[in-house]
T-cell receptor, first 112, second 113 residues
C-alpha cells in the first residue's frame, strides 16, 4: 500500500494564479483532511470530508476550495493564490471508527 | 474552544540524555490525546496516543500519560538518540468529534552525538 500520496511535492506560483493539489489514499478511508503548516503554528485544518461527495470547512477555509468526487481522492484548489498562502500543505485520511489520521508527505507551495 | 500548548523549542540535548516535552490542553469532556512526530522532509507520523484519563501511551521508548487533573500529556524518553531529532506535535481530538485534530505549535528536538 502506498498510503497517502500528494502531488505535486513542490510548486511556485505567482500571485493570482490558480492550482490544484491532489491527495490520494489507497486505504479505503472515509475521512480525508487538508491542513496547512506554518512555522510555530502547528497544523491548521483547512477543509475536510466525511465521505465521497461531502466537504466541510475547517479552521482556515478562506481562499481554498475542495472536492471529493471519488472516495480515494481529495482535491484542494486555490483559485487566486496570495503570498499568505505560502505554506506546506498536508493531506491526511482516517478510517471510520478509528481516531488515527495518516498523513501524506506534504506539498511545499510558494506564492510570489 | 479547544487548544493545545507545547513548550517552545528548539530543545537541544546530548545523546542518552533524558527528554521531556511539555504539553497541556484545553478541551471540554474527554478528548483523545496524541503525539505525532515529523522527521525532516516528511509528513507526520503517529508516535503514541491515549484515549482516557490515566492511560499511558508508549512507542519506541517514548511515553506519555494522560493526566486529566492537570490537563497534561507530557512526552518523555529516558535516553534519546541522534535519530530522535525531529519536530514533535501534541494534538487532541474531542470526544465524539473525531473529525477534528487540534495541534500544538510543535517542538523541535535536536540531539547531538
Amino acid at each position: 500500500n502506498a498510503g497517502v500520496t500528494q502531488t505535486p511535492k513542490f510548486r511556485v506560483l505567482k500571485t493570482g494564479q490558480s492550482m490544484t493539489l491532489l491527495c490520494a489514499q489507497d486505504m479505503n478511508h472515509e475521512y480525508m483532511y487538508w491542513y496547512r503548516q506554518d512555522p510555530g503554528m502547528g497544523l491548521r485544518l483547512i477543509h475536510y470530508s466525511v465521505g465521497e461527495g461531502t466537504t466541510a470547512k475547517g479552521e482556515v477555509p478562506d481562499g481554498y476550495n475542495v472536492s471529493r468526487l471519488k472516495k480515494q481522492n481529495f482535491l484542494l484548489g486555490l483559485e487566486s493564490a496570495a503570498p499568505s498562502q505560502t505554506s506546506v500543505y498536508f493531506c491526511a485520511s482516517r478510517g471510520f471508527g478509528y481516531n488515527e489520521q495518516f498523513f501524506g508527505p506534504g506539498t511545499r507551495l510558494t506564492v510570489l | 474552544g479547544n487548544s493545545v500548548t507545547q513548550m517552545e523549542g528548539p530543545v537541544t540535548l546530548s545523546e542518552e540524555a533524558f527528554l521531556t516535552i511539555n504539553c497541556t490542553y484545553t478541551a471540554t469532556g474527554y478528548p483523545s490525546l496524541f503525539w505525532y512526530v515529523q522527521y525532516p522532509g516528511e509528513g507526520l507520523q503517529l508516535l503514541l496516543k491515549a484515549t482516557k484519563a490515566d492511560d499511558k501511551g508508549s512507542n519506541k521508548g517514548f511515553e506519555a500519560t494522560y493526566r486529566k487533573e492537570t490537563t497534561s500529556f507530557h512526552l518523555e524518553k529516558g535516553s534519546v538518540q541522534v535519530s530522535d531529532s525531529a519536530v514533535y506535535f501534541c494534538a487532541l481530538s474531542p470526544y465524539n468529534a473525531g473529525n477534528m485534530l487540534t495541534f500544538g505549535g510543535g517542538t523541535r528536538l535536536m540531539v547531538k552525538p
